[in-house]
């Protein structure tokens, strides 16, 4: 992958916590260079606002599924250089029945183990 365009998975990209993520990704250097990055936004509504917003800002592109879903989450980081991960920490435990391993944040570890790709939560 080029250096000059680094693909980032983030997980939870249409909350609070996602969009200041992907904002500071995008945002230029300080001596004003573009950014290295481009977002592959994870949500499961295309349909929502925030969505949309995300969807007409210039290096992202939206990915459809979610975190409960490893397979989804397996085909979201084809290709990615890095992913930023924000699970709902409440929810963490659920297994998801397509998975043996179980654990919305294990399947993202371990998603990105198998890709290779670097981590951030
Ligand atoms: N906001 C803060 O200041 C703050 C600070 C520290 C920690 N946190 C923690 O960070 C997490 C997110 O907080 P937030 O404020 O960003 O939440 P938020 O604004 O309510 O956004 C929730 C995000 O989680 C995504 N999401 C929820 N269930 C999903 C699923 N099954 N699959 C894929 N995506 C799913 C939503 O995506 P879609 O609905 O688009 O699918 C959305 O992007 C929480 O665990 C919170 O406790 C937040």
Known sequence: MSQSNKLILVIGATG?????????????GPDGTTSPYSVRALTRNFDSRSAKE?????????????????????????GCYGAFVNTD?????????????????RNSRGGCRGFGVR???
């Open 16 to 28: 609070v916590q996602g969009r200041a993520v992907i904002d500071a990704l995008l945002a230029p």
């Open 89 to 105: 920490g409440s929810t963490e435990e659920i297994v998801d029945t397509r998975s043996t391993k179980g654990g919305n944040a």
């Open 54 to 78: 995300l969807a007409a800002i210039k290096k992202v592109e939206l990915f459809q599924g979610s975190f409960t879903d490893a397979g989804a989450i397996y085909r979201a980081l084809e």
């Open 119 to 121: 981590i951030g939560f």
